[in-house]
């Protein structure tokens, strides 16, 4: 089975400042791991994804993520936060081992609040 | 282009009642997934379609519950007997191809009120 835990429920920081949300997986095998975004109302906006190669991968908005094999986590972060950046953000993970029709289902963690604060 | 939509947007039903939601994917896509999403939590996977079939239903929570996607590109999520338990958003994603490298793309998803 898969799982994600995101240990923090909520994250605030100051405008200008870096930003981290955290997120650690558990798979049988080697994971496929995203960062969504939600805004109010709105569905979940893909952010970014480590599929494989290089362990730092940058997405949208200037935010990126480091893979840790290791540490099996999959941080989020920014260098310098934005109040727009406020959300709640999800981190997610696809088990590669898998090779039936339940591979395909993405397991997420129940998410990070992120207030960006002026 | 346009994105996934899916309506309706908002669904409020009695206990015991039918209810019917549809999601449509972005043009060409050939898998498309339901999710559920409960207040405060992440979501869900519910059931995954690779064209007109269903390759993976293991979420769906009992038998009250089903989906179709008749000719590969429109689908709709199907709950009998509906339950207060069964209140939450629903979400629907698609992407293109079943690889587990895709990113799938999410509607804004249908709040379900089970009164």
């Known amino acids: 089975a898969q799982s994600v835990a995101q240990p923090e429920d909520q994250v605030n920081v100051a405008e200008g400042n870096p930003l981290t949300v955290k997120c650690t997986y558990s798979?049988?095998?080697?994971?496929?791991l995203f960062w969504y975004v939600q805004y109010p109302n709105r569905g979940l906006q893909f952010l970014l994804k480590?599929?494989?190669?290089?362990?730092l991968v940058k997405g949208s908005y200037g935010f990126e993520a480091e893979f840790n094999k290791s540490q099996t986590s999959f941080h989020l972060k920014k260098p310098s936060a934005l109040v727009s950046d406020s959300a709640l953000y999800f981190c997610?993970?696809?088990?590669?081992?898998?090779?039936?029709?339940?591979?395909?289902?993405?397991?997420f963690g129940s998410g990070t609040q992120l207030t960006v604060l002026p | 282009g346009a994105g996934v939509s899916q309506t309706p947007s908002n669904k409020v039903t009695e206990k015991g009642k039918y209810v019917e939601l549809r999601c449509d994917p972005i043009s060409g896509h050939t898998a498309l997934y339901w999710y559920r999403q409960s207040l405060g939590q992440g979501p869900e996977f519910l059931i995954y379609?690779?064209?007109?079939?269903?390759?993976?239903d293991s979420g769906l929570p009992n038998d009250r519950f089903f989906a179709v996607r008749p000719e590969g590109s429109v689908s709709t999520l199907k709950i009998q007997r509906t339950e207060r338990g069964d209140s939450a958003v629903y979400l629907c994603a698609s992407s293109k191809g079943g690889s587990g490298t895709v990113e799938q793309f999410f509607g804004p998803g249908t709040r379900l009120t089970v009164l």
């Open positions: 798979v049988s095998g080697n994971p496929y």
């Open positions: 379609f690779q064209g007109t079939g269903a390759a993976d």
């Open positions: 480590y599929i494989t190669g290089d362990n």
């Open positions: 997610a993970v696809r088990d590669v081992r898998g090779s039936s029709g339940s591979a395909r289902q993405l397991t």
